[in-house]
């Protein structure tokens, strides 16, 4: 069966307890009615019993019994074609889960039969680790408590816990058969572990997919959903955490076909291409995430908000230094042994000099041949700081030459850009925190209107098909969120004086941590005012998280519960004392301009050059924060009734550039990209691009501080002919006021009829 083209994708995450096969299989008409051209499926392959996110895949040989089986998927695939729908599933190559060996099986019989299992060669084993050859788990409280295990039939128990015991090994005390067998158990602390984790997560365990017998076994059932044509393309995830990219994305692509549609979830720096050897469509579209979102940052707010939040501005550096020290010295110690034994040599200052070059790496990982200058240039800036490293680098450098130890660099490089950036330095820096997400670049105030039209441009060259998206399962906090978070920037004294305010009548237990979730705050405040249970408890349950995620006042490892009590008594005070009725006030100033935002930002995501992706919900106005947030049931029931009565902004909005797309997939899939210039005192406010010859988009920005009669004085020059507008109807020609394009929505589709 042929590959459908893909136009859009509406992202689900499939979850045993509300949304399986069957549940997606009834949203069918709903999205098809939306205009959406495929289901966009989290990962779907069997995961830990009563995972809510897929990505602890246990046996990637067989499809979720949880979600339904292959014969649940078979019958959403289909009806889904019966519809001229297709759909596209998240794959999980890097790892599998590990917390319960026993659901695993791959895992269980490594561990039963240590180096003489089968699969043996399908996990990354630092068998050198222990001076026995045996697997170290770190998945004990504490070492000592090794003393309470106990012989239950064939597997050793620890409370609810257990692990494998090998076949004629069994007699004896359970010290006698524990030490007999080929792990050794560890407290989780101890800063060891026995196999290559993701980044610092001991429940992952990486699989050694450069080994074409691994990837022929954990793509089996992924390859026959394309012979049976029952999908049309994948998102891969995370594959710079892989030994060899480039040569998985090219076995992939051989397997899937020429004309599945392939994204992989790559994190590309500000300055970094997309390699363009790599045969996929492109990324995930956290790139153009960021490019969306900068447009509507003010620079204006940028002197006022970086002095308020002058404390917790953070050293990128430092932190990765910490990481790759302490979360990560496991992997460094692995790394730092191999490059001895590849160099044939080793330097009392290895360890520093491979901590202080992996500091200055401002990606993921170099090892793609359009970075090849990205390492070098590294190494000189090490040296120029620190030229007492010199032979050590040489060491380095002699070690990189061959295969194993080039790979590992590069995946700790990325683990420890993740940890350090992702998950530590975007929990901390409180300038303006929707800049801090996946693939930001917080230290980037905005984006002018001349770098975001030339990225396009240069996207509808390069990579026309590349995913583009604003929320999804891994972002920080919602698309809307960020939306009114960065009203902020155009208002930044008042929000300067405002938070100085509540922070005298209610003091924060830290400055800092008070700062960033206040904007955090503001983000998923209601309007009416009205903190009800549900918004506490999800504020109570972020501001946990973020503030063990910054790791500067507790942490998850040890939580200081004197310091997380204190916040949580402080957010229940802000949310019930005398704040609140200003905070409500404060919000009320915001929001209108907010909403302009987030459905400008949403037509903007639909239409630029890529594959748009709406991840569920947020064809309404979504106040979703991290995860496990944005995991919550979505009412879609709510969402039919919109869509039927399309008086919603943004559910309008989505369904008008949906059946677009639809209707003219040639423009927006080859079209090209055309900036098109506004002329008058408020251009500034305006973006307006064209795609190919029939479709022209123009939206609004800085909606807070726009002036109406500057809008009136202000145009768009149309080309020749009437151009109708697929939001309202209305027909424009030649030269139209901006505010008479707004006066209804903010922002236009207009559309000229072909011949």
Not at 24 to 43: F, N, R, T
């Amino acid at each position: 069966m042929p590959v459908m083209p893909v136009i859009s994708t509406y992202r689900l995450q499939m979850r045993s307890d509300g949304m399986t096969f069957d549940d997606a299989l009834a949203l069918l008409p709903y999205l098809d009615e939306l205009g959406v051209s495929h289901l966009y499926l989290s990962p779907v392959l069997t995961a830990a019993s009563g995972s809510t996110h897929g990505y602890d895949v246990t046996d990637p040989t067989a499809v979720s019994a949880e979600l339904g089986g292959p014969e649940g998927l078979s019958r959403l695939s289909a009806a889904a074609r019966a519809r001229g729908m297709g759909l596209v599933i998240d794959i999980v190559p890097n790892h599998v889960g590990v917390e319960r060996p026993e659901q695993n099986p791959w895992w269980w019989d490594l561990l039963t039969y240590g180096r003489s299992s089968r699969y043996a060669s399908y996990f990354d084993i630092d068998w050198d680790l222990d001076p026995d050859g045996r697997i170290v788990l770190p998945v004990l409280g504490s070492d000592s408590d090794v003393d309470d295990l106990e012989v239950d039939g064939d597997v050793l128990r620890l409370g609810d816990r257990t692990w494998p015991i090998r076949p004629g090994t069994g007699a004896g005390t359970a010290a006698e058969v524990y030490a007999r067998q080929s792990y050794r158990l560890t407290g989780w602390q101890s800063g060891s572990c026995g196999y290559r984790r993701f980044f610092s997560i001991t429940s992952l365990a990486a699989v050694r997919q450069e080994d074409p017998d691994v990837f022929d076994a954990s793509h089996a059932e992924v390859g026959r959903w394309f012979r049976e044509g029952l999908v049309d393309g994948l998102r891969v995830d995370h594959i710079d955490g892989l030994t060899d990219p480039a040569g998985y994305v090219a076995r992939l692509r051989e397997l899937a076909g020429p004309d599945a549609w392939i994204v992989a979830e790559k994190i590309l720096a500000a300055d970094e291409p997309l390699d363009p050897g790599l045969p996929i469509a492109g990324t995930t579209g956290y790139d153009v995430l960021r490019e969306i979102g900068g447009l509507f940052v003010d620079p204006d707010g940028a002197d006022a908000l970086t002095e308020l939040a002058r404390e917790t501005r953070c050293d990128a550096r430092e932190l990765k230094i910490r990481t790759v020290t302490a979360t990560l010295a496991s992997e460094l110690a692995r790394l730092c042994r191999v490059i001895v034994r590849a160099a044939g040599d080793d330097d009392p200052a290895l360890t520093t000099a491979v901590t202080q070059l992996l500091s200055r790496v401002g990606m993921y990982r170099t090892d793609y041949p359009v970075l090849s200058a990205v390492l070098p240039e590294a190494i000189n800036e090490t040296l120029g700081a620190a030229p007492e490293l010199a032979s050590a680098l040489q060491l380095v450098v002699t070690a990189l030459e061959q295969p194993e130890p080039a790979a590992r660099l590069q995946q700790l490089c990325g683990a420890m850009t993740a940890k350090a950036i992702e998950d530590t330095l975007f929990y901390r820096d409180a300038r303006l925190v929707s800049l801090n997400e996946v693939g930001g670049t917080p230290e980037r105030f905005g984006m002018s209107p001349a770098e975001f039209h030339q990225r396009a441009a240069a996207r509808a060259r390069e990579w026309p098909a590349t995913m583009v998206t604003l929320s999804t399962h891994d972002t920080k906090r919602g698309e809307d969120v960020r939306a009114r978070i960065t009203v902020l920037s155009q208002c930044a004294e008042r929000w300067v004086q405002r938070v100085r305010r509540w922070n005298a009548v209610c003091v924060p237990p830290d400055e800092g941590t008070g700062l960033f979730l206040w904007q955090n705050i503001i983000g998923v405040w209601p309007a009416a005012g009205d903190v009800d249970d549900a918004v506490r408890a999800r504020l109570h349950a972020y501001a946990e998280k973020a503030i063990r995620e910054a790791e500067l006042h507790t942490n998850w490892e040890q939580p200081d519960r004197e310091f997380e009590d204190a916040v949580h008594d402080w957010i229940d005070a802000l949310i019930d004392g005398p704040v609140a009725g200003e905070v409500t006030a404060f919000v009320q100033q915001l929001d209108e301009a907010a909403r302009c935002d987030a459905v400008a930002q949403k037509l903007l995501a639909l239409t630029v050059p890529g594959i748009p992706d709406i991840y569920q919900g947020t064809e309404l106005f979504d106040d979703s924060l991290v995860d496990p947030d944005n995991r919550r049931p979505v009412d879609f029931a709510l969402r039919r009734t919109e869509l039927t009565a399309l008086s919603h902004p943004k559910i309008r909005v989505v369904a008008a550039a949906l059946r677009s797309r639809r209707e003219r997939p040639d423009t927006y899939l080859s079209g090209d990209y055309t900036p098109v210039v506004a002329e008058g005192p408020a251009a500034d406010h305006v973006i307006a691009f064209r795609r190919g010859t029939d479709v022209l988009v123009v939206v609004p920005r800085w909606t807070l501080k726009i002036d109406e009669s500057a809008c009136a004085d202000t145009v768009v020059e149309l080309p020749a002919g009437e151009w109708t507008d697929r939001l309202t109807g209305r027909v424009w020609s030649g030269a139209v006021a901006v505010d008479n394009l707004f006066a209804e929505l903010p922002g236009v589709l207009l559309e000229k009829a072909r011949a």
